[in-house]
Every structure is written in C-alpha cells, then in structure tokens.
C-alpha cells in the first residue's frame, strides 16, 4: 500500500465485526443482535469519513493534473478509473441493501424511501461541482431487521450471493490491473472471497453460505457496509499508490492562479463570511498580501486606495467579515506576492456570496396532504436561490401564485385526485435545473361537528334551544376556512310516551319544531339527527347526532 494505514478506529470497526460474525454462528438472541445496530452505524460513519479521504486524493490529483497534465494524464485516468469501479459495486450492494429491505418488508420502493431512508445531495467525488443523491439506510427503524428467512430467500435461493462473490472477484482483478505489476506488492487490495469458512459445527462452508444463509437482516445490512468499507479502503490504496508514483519534485510551475476557498457561500444572517486565499503552487515561505473592495468587480490602480490590505502567513490570508445584510453580494481581490526572481506580482480574482435569513423547513412526511375543493397553500423554497426564479409543477390539479402572498402559491385538487406530485424547477447559474418533487396524499375535507348553540350533548334550557334555532357545522382542529351547508335535518323527541320526529330542510328549526321546545318539560331529551350537509368540494356528508336534555 502506499503510505495509508488503519486509523484505530477502522481497527477497532473490524474487530467489532469479527465479534458480530462470531456471535451470528452462535446463534444468538434478538437482543444480543440489536445491539449490533451500534456496530452499523459506526461502519456507516467510517465509511462517510473514508469518502472524505479519497475525496481529498482526488482533489490533489486534479491540482497536479492542472499544473502538469502531460505527467500526471496517465496516472489520473487509472485513479478516475478506480472511482468508476468503486462506484460501480458501492452502487450494486446499495441496490442490494434497497431490493433486501423493500423484499423484506413487502412494500413499494417510494414507501421504502419515506420510512426507512434519509435523502440528501451531496458532490461527486471526482467533481464537486456536480450533485448527487445519497441515500442513507435508518436500519433501527426497519422492523423485520431481526428476520432471516426473506433475507435468505433474496441472497441464497434466488443466487443473489454467487452474483455478489462474481462482482467482488472481478473488482479485485481490475482493481490490481491499474497498479504496474513491479508495484502491485505495495499495494493490498482486500475483499478475499477465497477462505476457508466453518459454520458453528466446523464444518465447511462457501462464501455466500457463510455470509447469507439463516442470518437476520440487520446482520446482512451490517456484512454489506463492512464490504462498502473494504471497497473504499481498496480504492483508498489503490490511488494513494497511482499518485505517489507522480514525482511532485519534477513539476515546473509555469502559472500561478489565485485561489479563494470560502467556508460556504450561503450564509445565515448574523454568521460570519469565512474564507481562505492561497497561491497555488506556491510553498509556505511565501507570504503574500491580499487586497479586497467589497462591492467592486475588479481592482483597478484607480480604485486600490479604497481596498483593505489583509496580510498573508505561511503562504495562506484567512478572510473574516460580518455577514448583517441579506442578499448577493460580491468583492473584488488581489493576491501580491513576491516571484523566486524577487519581482512582485498581482493576481486578481473576483468572488460572490449569499447572506439568507435563518430558515426552518419542517414537514412531517406521512402527513404531506392536499385537500380536494379548497385552496391548500404551499410554500416554496431552494436554499440560496430567490423564490421568483423558482418555477414549480403539478402532476394533477393546478398550482397558481397566491393573491395575498406573491411568494407563495395555491394549489387546487380535482376530486377525482387521490395523489400528486409537486416538483420544482429553478435558473441556477444562468441554467434551469431541476430541483426535485415530493408527493402528497390527496383527501376529501373532513367531516365537520354539527353543533347547537355550541354543544353536541349535555344539558340547556328551552330558552337556550329556541334562541340558537339552528344547527351549525363545526370543523374541529383543521385549519383551513370552510362552510358547510345543512341541506336537512330530523328532530325527535318523546310526548306522552310517544315517539315524535319531525324533518325540515336547511339547518334550521320550523315554527312546528320551536312550539314541540316551547312545550317541552324539564328533563325532557331532543335528538337531532340524519344530519346532512353539503361540502364545499360538493360532497354530500351525514353527520353525527346532538342530543340535549331540557333543564
């Protein structure tokens, strides 16, 4: 290998798996293997800072490359070609853990991404500029997690397991064909399928059986990271050796660049802007000075009076500013530094950034829902874009800017909707770009709570029953602005022994209906009820019954 060791940490992962292996041949409980979550989420965690370690090779691979691409063309492109194979089986055992899960629990692949999984875009290795979907497994919230017999009819009897062995032998050739076979004894590529492996009784074993057959699904999810990490640390070797062949000492640095590397550019109000500005190629004996104009495109010999001088150390200038005013902005900078000629030289770089308000976005994903026949309004929003470059779409229905809030907007659901997807489009650095969707549920509006004189049951006087003199709906706990029609109504009530009902339309009582109340004795029970009403989507709706006892 080339100058990569285990960090104690990936010591202390592997050895945590050697004891999950162990303890799956014994046999063990449900609640000794729960304990090996834990065990997951720190393979999961070194395997994330894994990706941050090659991310940097290949970072310093691209620098060298733009320095001297003649030299270093070779070596990159077997580097680029070890990320595409990486790529390749990480992707195919995600699949794997996707198609387990979604097999195991017996749902569609959109259900399998809302409750078990955690979405986020992140930047591809090998250019940061373009974003990528990474989707993280929750294994605690899967429920058959401690259940073996789909997990092993998805890798055994379907032969899952003898295509994975395949891909993991065949990553292995290609992966030591990049190295030049002088060198290929630096390197240790890992992922041996080829050992001897025994089940509990010492009897031999393959190993697919060994890995896949009678063991609990979060065990599999677990093996599956461990050989994510190995792939990672194979890939790790493999382009750590590919740049150390690189002879740094030979490159001539024909042109120097200014480079700004900002903490970020999208910044909460009252943060501060945090950069860093280095010279290229240059070592840490230089100490260049930087001149910025906040507000300015360029820096001229007719403007430099006004710049502030930030004063450089060990080849580096850390910018720091307070960030109190939202919006774009933008400053203009030089770098002065001093050539091995002794000359002074200027560099010019010009840089932007976005100050945002603090924002919140928290959305309960089972209760994503658009109601038929009422304006649902939706709010909007890609960080560190402005709300009127955005450009959303409907999949049914129609989506409209709201009246009373520009920014905003309304969306209308036909009844015969039962879902619809909202996505959103928005001009990115002079480009549209797709920005994503999310789904919603669409329902009726809920049936409201028929009431009089605001009760549905208990005690009033006749007084009080003649003076409400109308039934009135209700919606209890729904924040949305409705009315609902009473088209008719029955009322009942017992005289002299006898059952007496009485039906009008509308929501109110009949002039019969207030000389029954006006009768009526104390302790005496009214029943209002076969309730209709009338939606504002046009739905019909019955609803409940009030019961009230004169007092």
Do not use: C
Request: net charge negative.
């Amino acid at each position: 290998m080339a100058g990569y060791k285990e960090t104690p940490r990936q010591k202390m992962i592997a050895m945590m798996y050697l004891v999950l292996t162990a303890l799956l041949a014994l046999n063990v409980s449900k609640q000794i293997l729960d304990a090996f979550l834990v065990v997951n989420e720190s393979v999961v965690t070194t395997n994330e800072i894994m990706h941050s370690k090659i991310g940097t090779v290949y970072d310093q691979f691209a620098q060298q490359y733009r320095l001297n691409p003649e030299k270093v063309g070779e070596h990159f492109d077997k580097a680029k070609l070890a990320r595409e194979y990486s790529n390749d089986l990480i992707t195919y055992i995600d699949n794997q853990m996707f198609g387990l899960v979604k097999y195991s629990e017996r749902e569609d692949s959109l259900s399998v991404i809302e409750n078990y999984y955690k979405v986020e875009v992140v930047p591809d290795l090998l250019d940061p500029q373009k974003k990528v979907d990474k989707l993280t497994l929750n294994l605690q919230s899967v429920p058959t997690k401690d259940k073996f017999d789909r997990s092993t009819t998805w890798f055994i009897t379907q032969g899952r397991a003898e295509v994975f062995k395949q891909k993991i032998e065949d990553f292995r050739i290609k992966m030591g064909e990049l190295i030049p076979e002088g060198y290929r004894h630096r390197v240790e590529i890992g992922l041996h399928t080829d050992e001897e492996y025994y089940n509990a009784d010492g009897k031999s074993q393959t190993w697919e059986m060994h890995h896949f057959y009678h063991t609990i699904l979060a065990a599999e999810i677990t093996i599956m990271n461990k050989i994510i990490a190995e792939v990672q640390t194979a890939e790790l070797h493999v382009i750590s050796e590919l740049f150390s062949e690189i002879t740094l000492a030979d490159f001539k640095f024909e042109a120097v660049t200014a480079k700004i590397i900002p903490k970020t550019n999208y910044i909460i109000k009252g943060q501060k802007y945090e950069a860093e500005v280095l010279v290229a190629a240059y070592d840490d004996k230089t100490n260049p000075d930087v001149y910025i104009l906040q507000g300015a495109n360029e820096i001229t010999d007719a403007n430099i009076s006004r710049a502030q001088k930030w004063e450089g150390k060990d080849g580096l200038v850390k910018l720091e500013w307070n960030a109190n005013t939202e919006g774009m902005h933008k400053f203009a900078g030089i770098i002065e530094i001093t050539n091995p000629e002794g000359e002074k030289e200027r560099h010019h770089f010009v840089h932007d950034y976005i100050v945002a308000p603090p924002s919140l976005t928290v959305a309960a994903k089972k209760m994503n829902v658009f109601y038929r026949g009422v304006d649902n309004p939706v709010s909007i929003s890609v960080p560190g874009i402005a709300k009127n470059k955005i450009i959303p779409s409907i999949s049914i229905g129609t989506i409209s800017r709201d009246p009373d809030a520009p920014s905003d907007w309304i969306v209308r659901m036909p009844k015969e909707a039962t879902k619809a997807i909202v996505g959103a489009s928005a001009e990115y650095e002079g480009q549209m770009m797709n920005m994503g969707a999310f789904e919603f549920r669409v329902k009726r509006v809920p049936d409201p709570v028929a009431q009089i004189a605001g009760m549905t049951e208990g005690s009033l006087s006749r007084n009080e029953l003649l003076a409400a003199n109308a039934i009135i709906p209700v919606m209890k706990d729904f924040e949305f602005d409705l009315n609902f029609i009473v088209t008719g109504f029955r009322m009942a009530t017992i005289i002299n022994g006898d059952w007496v009902p009485k039906r009008t339309g509308g929501n109110r009582l009949s002039s019969e209906m207030q000389d029954i109340i006006r009768n009526s004795r104390r302790g005496q029970k009214f029943f209002f009820e076969n309730i209709q009403a009338e939606g504002p989507d046009g739905s019909k709706r019955s609803l409940n019954t009030v019961n009230l006892t004169i007092n």
